[in-house]
Nanobody, 125 residues
Framework: QVQPVESGGGSVQAGGSLRLSCVAS????????MGWFRQAPGKEREGVAV????????RYADSVTGRFTISQDNAKNTVYLQMNSLKPEDTAMYYC??????????????????WGQGTQVTVSS
């Protein structure tokens, strides 16, 4: 069964960095959208960053632009989220997701079919 698998979450102090990884295996599609989403308790799910694996085009939420970077390693079927200058408001469960159908990747969680289990990121002040 197709399922992204995340890793790399943890606890860090404000101003610190973390890198999340997502291994995407079992896809029969050669190119697709991959995205990182997050959800904090009591808040709606937010599209943090997405990338189109065909050409590397990316989109970011305004709240993370300039601090987070999404990237890919196609040879490893892996997508990364480098998070720098972390803030307490970045605390959330982070999910990796895949959309095998779209060629324009949007930060809309409803477009993504396959989801990982999530990895917790906690930023303390």
């Amino acid at each position: 069964q197709v399922q992204p698998v995340e890793s790399g979450g943890g606890s860090v102090q404000a101003g610190g960095s973390l890198r999340l990884s997502c291994v995407a295996s079992g896809y029969r599609y050669s190119v697709y959208c991959m995205g990182w989403f997050r959800q904090a308790p009591g808040k709606e799910r937010e599209g943090v960053a997405v990338i189109y694996t065909g050409d590397g085009r990316t989109r970011y939420a305004d709240s993370v632009t300039g601090r987070f970077t999404i990237s890919q390693d196609n040879a490893k079927n892996t997508v990364y989220l480098q998070m720098n200058s972390l803030k307490p408001e970045d605390t959330a469960m982070y999910y990796c997701a895949a959309d095998p159908r779209s060629t324009v990747c949007l930060r809309d969680w409803a477009a993504f079919d396959y989801w990982g289990q999530g990895t917790q990121v906690t930023v303390s002040s």
